[in-house]
């Protein structure tokens, strides 16, 4: 244990003096309220440490100790289901110590310690074992299978390990050299766990969200940012992403926003099913909440401490999707301390390393070959254990102006652009994502995967949708000069067809029971019933009045896909596909 | 506390004074945050709270500011002990200042408890979901962005919009529904006294004055004391709601001008400004004034805050509203034009939003077709004030027949929807005027109504049966 003494506090900057061998980056306990803070400069003599509490009560004079450590969260069985703050402290045990107020110097362990896990050996006596290895597994939830490896650091032969009830802090076995293997580890938030190896991403995170899964889709491991102006919509995307998408693992992080969007993702996960396992979402779900009112170096933290858990489930070959709500004050933490530093600003007043670290923070996003050996039981080899951490971060740009600095830096890292737009809030379409300026760059390695699972036709369809889309906007362009009379029919007519893609198919409410999950199957119906629809109008143009084009089997009907219940549309939606295919016949008969 | 009681403790002359900070000698077992009482030659108190505290000084913000302030005759003496309110029921009907001490001559509140007035944060595992929702009488407002119990939705206007007038429409209504139960506390910061009249006038009339508590900094009072203003009154509220076990309501008015306090301190530290000279710091600070809106679980109480705040040049960029925007569960913004046409109230429904609402609408509580017939008027008012745009340019000439029915739509909108007066509506007749502004508009457009809702709620259309 080392020691200095505090000699100047400013918010949640404390400066400290005299304490040797401190290193940047080393956690420390500050004051005589015992505050945890981590170094974040040091300058000859002189340290500058971020407190992750309130610093009211502090004085000069008062000691500041450390340990010589980062700060390191905690990984094991017990993790999922649990709500953390920024510093990974369990809400929950925090409340039944200081009430429902938060008070300060609180400490709590992450995991529980007394709670006996059934672990299932799977390594055994005499194997060589190194960081990564899979040595036995325990059934975390009714789904998530959490497999114990081998921390970093440690190789050797077994000379010990058994099945049977332990705590996190007994023993499974040891190494012939007496190190002993336990199902807990440790790992500094601000070092990325490693990996062999990143590989190509080319399964989509399917969301059951038509904008992403049909028009800018994501894939597991892939990262993507959603910026926009405030009460656009990021919270509820990245909620219902949480929800309906096909992760294993979700670590949802609020960073600096509300309470009341925490307790709603606590209130709702346990009575939700996960659609795939039936199971209460809660049971794959990891909460991180540092909300705005709570200490502002913690939520600078919260955004690491978040995706080492990610990180941590990847390491097991499963699927975790990050959600980061919102990256924008996690970027304005960094610049309150830089600022409370005094250091020299740069655009807008954010330090000058901002681009930088928005950079390391997404590139923590991938899909990777695991360390260590093949997952036991399974038949894939080792090299065929695969993760995928999916990183999704909400920015709130000032204003809602897309050119401040957090929005370029992310911008520039991004892989899909899911950019929201007031307008679009304003008239109620929701998801209010703007279907001109936002993209993915990963149409083109996800293809594959959308021409085997859902035909080839899905990607084409998608092009066409677009197209209309995109023709809707030149057209109105002409349409605010001259008026939509003076449109020839066929323009008219894509005017219309157009309207129904947004109303009826990129629309989709995060709030109907049916709705909020739309698997990508019923999707292709949806999009084939627009497009058939079109066809047949095409066929009748000129033909008989425009006024009378739309008023055929069907029209009616396609604003009504979105209800077919989602476990049976397949025969609805062939239905009104015959329907109107029957239409477009006799249409032609009598044209 | 007298000064007197603290002459024992450390004191110190001041070394520079720079607007409403003073700077002084280091002193030992000084604490961060630590309350000052400021002394100045002719004995008179202000009070202060240390900003900053190091090897080679020390910085005190003066609440009351440094006017009248030396550097020989003041002395600065530290308390041991952080900014506290006093708390009572007692306190209802009365009227304090911004500090906290009483302005209505009725002598000192003996305080049941003190509490720190920073507040802590409530942790998040113990918040209960808001899921009541509040009748306000004003039909946009309910069908639109309703009010729920536990939620903070700021009113935001340019200058000269009733901002007033409409926050009083609203919370009459809720002191009318909650009866007994409600405790209004305000916090005016910066205010005309023309304004506090109205105010008090207001709650007197409505009978809710007996269980009010007004903090109250005029415009010509000290502008730094606005930093404490809302603490007090968001103390004093949680107070009421979580000990007491009461609804409260909280008014705060205007945020523009805390703002603008927050705004003088950081620039006289020299910190490093952010847009329009704000400290960066600003969303963080105003999140701890907001973030204590809400309810917890097994609790009774509540904490509703409608926050008003003036919209310079009718800029919802501006840096405080946008931070607000970011930080509140919606807004209800007014709006200039239909200030100007004579509509009241004047709410701009467009950008107006309430966040909880879905927790509070729909069957056993408003209605089942409540969210959907809320979405259909949003679409058809966003396409009629476009139509109304292209009108202007091209004449309603080149409209089509639907097209034709939405502009005549937004038209009985305006009049007959927003355009209420101060009367006050039910749900059940906002509900019913809602689908009759929509019935004549052909089903193939009713593209946010199922069929099951129609069948049931829509009237019926004049001439054609369904
Ligand atoms: N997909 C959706 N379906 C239905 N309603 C939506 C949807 N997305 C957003 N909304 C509506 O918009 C409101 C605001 O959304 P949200 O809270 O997600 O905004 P935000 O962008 O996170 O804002 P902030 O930056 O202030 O946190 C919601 O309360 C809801 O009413
Ligand atoms: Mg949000």
């Not at chain 1, 299932?120 to 299978?145: H, L, M, R, Y």
């Not at chain 1, 590989?199 to 995170?205: A, D, F, H, Q």
């Not at chain 2, 306000?136 to 729920?148: A, R």
């Not at chain 2, 097209?403 to 039910?426: A, Y």
């Amino acid at each position: 244990m080392i020691q200095g003494v505090i000699t100047r506090i400013s918010g949640p900057v404390v400066q400290a003096k005299d304490i040797e061998g401190i290193k940047i980056r080393d956690l420390v306990v500050v004051g005589d309220l015992g505050l945890l803070g981590e170094v974040i400069e040091v300058k000859g003599n002189e340290v500058s440490i971020q407190v992750y509490e309130e610093t009211d009560g502090l004085t000069v004079g008062q000691p500041v100790k450390s340990g010589g450590m980062p700060f390191l969260v905690e990984l094991g069985p017990g993790l999922l289901g649990t709500t953390y703050d920024g510093i990974q402290r369990p809400l929950e045990v925090i409340r039944d110590q200081t009430g429902n107020f938060i008070q300060r110097g609180a400490t709590a362990s992450p995991l529980v310690r007394e709670k006996k896990w059934g672990f299932n050996a799977t390594a055994k006596k005499g194997d060589s074992v190194s960081f990564g290895d899979i040595i036995g597994w325990v059934q975390e939830s009714p789904t998530i299978k959490h497999y114990i490896m081998v921390p970093q650091g440690v190789s050797g032969k077994i000379a010990k390990i058994n099945s049977g009830d332990y705590t996190i802090d007994q023993p499974v076995g040891s190494l012939e050299d007496d190190t002993e293997l336990k199902m807990s580890q440790k790992w500094p938030i601000r070092r990325p766990r490693p990996s062999k190896r990143k590989i190509p991403t080319n399964i989509p995170l399917v969301s059951g969200q038509r904008i992403f899964d049909v028009f800018f889709p994501l894939p597991k491991g892939g990262n993507a940012i959603i910026p926009g102006p405030f009460g656009s919509g990021k919270t509820v995307m990245q909620q219902s992403l949480a929800k309906w998408s096909d992760a294993d693992v979700v670590v949802y992080v609020g960073c600096g926003e509300r309470g009341n969007e925490m307790t709603e993702v606590l209130t709702e996960f346990p009575h939700l099913e996960d659609p795939r396992t039936g199971a209460p979402l809660m049971n794959r779900t990891v909460l991180v909440a540092n909300t705005s009112n709570m200490p502002v170096a913690a939520r600078e933290t919260s955004i690491y401490t978040g995706i080492t858990l990610a990180e941590y489930y990847r390491d097991m070959g499963y699927d975790v999707a990050m959600m980061a709500d919102s990256t924008s004050r996690w970027a304005e933490a960094l610049r309150e301390i830089s600022g409370r530093l005094e250091e020299m600003p740069g655009e807008e007043g954010y330090p000058p390393y901002l681009a930088s670290r928005i950079a390391e923070f997404y590139e923590r996003s991938g899909r990777v070959i695991c360390l260590g050996g093949k997952i036991p039981g399974s038949d894939k080899s080792e090299n065929e254990r695969i993760g995928s951490v999916t990183v999704i971060g909400a920015v709130s740009p000032p204003g809602g102006d897309f050119s401040e600095p957090v929005t370029q830096n992310s911008l520039r890292i991004a892989g899909a652009f899911w950019g929201l737009d007031a307008r679009l809030a304003y008239s109620r379409h929701f998801p209010a994502i703007n279907w001109l300026t936002s993209y993915s760059l990963y149409l083109d390695t996800l293809k594959d995967w959308y021409n085997a699972e859902l035909t080839e036709e899905f990607m084409q369809m998608r092009t066409e949708l677009m197209e209309i889309l995109q023709r809707e906007d030149e057209l109105n362009k002409i349409v605010q000069l001259v008026g939509k009379d003076s449109l020839s029919d066929p323009d008219k007519l894509l005017l219309d067809i157009a309207r129904t893609v947004r109303d009826d198919f990129l629309r989709q409410s995060a709030f109907h029971e049916i709705e909020a999950y739309c698997p990508p199957k019923k999707s292709y119906y949806m999009m084939k019933a627009i497009l058939l629809f079109y066809k047949n109008c095409q066929s009748r143009l000129g033909k008989i009045p425009y006024d009378q084009i739309l008023t055929q089997p069907g029209w009616e009907k396609i604003s009504s896909m979105r209800y077919f219940p989602n476990d049976k549309f397949e025969a609805p939606c062939q239905e009104l596909l015959k329907e109107m295919a029957a239409g477009g016949e006799l249409a032609a008969v009598a044209a | 506390m007298a000064a007197k009681e603290l002459y024992a403790k450390a004191h110190r002359k001041i070394k520079d004074i720079k607007g409403p900070l003073v700077f002084l000698e280091p002193i030992a077992d000084v604490k961060f945050g630590e309350r000052v009482v400021i002394v100045d030659s002719n004995g008179r108190e202000k009070g202060g709270q240390v900003l900053d505290v190091g090897e080679k000084a020390i910085v005190v913000q003066v609440f009351e500011g440094s006017d009248g302030l030396d550097r020989k005759g003041t002395s600065v003496f530290f308390t041991g002990d952080i900014v506290k309110i006093g708390l009572s029921e007692d306190m209802l009907g009365r009227v304090f200042d911004g500090s906290g001490a009483p302005r209505d001559g009725l002598g000192e509140v003996y305080p049941e408890v003190e509490r720190p007035i920073g507040g802590s944060p409530l942790n998040p595992v113990c918040r209960q979901q808001p899921k009541e929702w509040i009748e306000t009488g004003v039909t946009s407002i309910d069908m639109l962005f309703t009010l729920i119990k536990g939620q903070k939705l700021p009113i935001w206007g340019g200058a000269g919009l009733p901002l007033n007038a409409v926050t009083m429409q609203i919370a009459k209504q809720v002191i009318r529904q909650s009866g007994e139960e409600l405790v209004v506390i305000f916090a005016g910061m910066g205010i005309t006294s023309r304004e506090y009249n109205y105010f008090y006038k207001e709650f007197q009339d409505s009978g809710a004055l007996a269980s009010s508590v007004l903090f109250l900094n005029l415009a010509d009072d000290a502008t730094i004391e606005r930093i404490l203003t809302p603490r007090l009154a968001l103390t004093t509220a949680e107070y009421f709601a979580y000990d007491k076990g009461r609804d409260v309501l909280v008014i705060l008015t205007d945020m523009l001008n805390y703002a603008n306090a927050l705004r003088e301190i950081s620039s006289a530290r020299e910190e490093i400004p952010g847009r329009r000279g704000y400290p960066g710091y600003l969303y963080t600070d105003l999140s701890t004034i907001y973030e204590r809106a809400g309810i917890i679980k097994g609790q009774k109480g509540s904490v509703t805050q409608v926050p008003i705040c003036t919209m310079p040049n009718d800029d919802i960029t501006h840096p405080v509203i946008d931070l607000t925007g970011y930080i509140t569960e919606g807004q209800i913004l007014l709006s200039r034009s239909l200030d100007r046409a004579g509509f009241f109230p004047p709410i701009d429904v467009l950008p107006s939003l309430s966040r909880l609402m879905n927790l509070g609408i729909g069957r056993e509580k408003t209605r089942e077709d409540h969210r959907q017939i809320a979405d259909q008027l949003y679409a058809f008012y966003a396409q009629g004030k476009e139509l109304e745009k292209l009108t202007a340019i091209i004449g309603s000439e080149g409209l089509g027949n639907v097209e034709k029915k939405i502009v005549e739509f937004t038209q009985r909108f305006e009049d007959e929807f927003l355009g209420q007066g101060d009367q006050s509506r039910t749900i059940e007749e906002s509900l019913g005027l809602s689908w009759d502004l929509v019935k004549d508009i052909p089903r193939s457009e009713l593209r946010r109504l199922e069929d099951k809702h129609i069948e049931k709620y829509m009237p019926k259309r004049a001439g054609a049966a369904k």
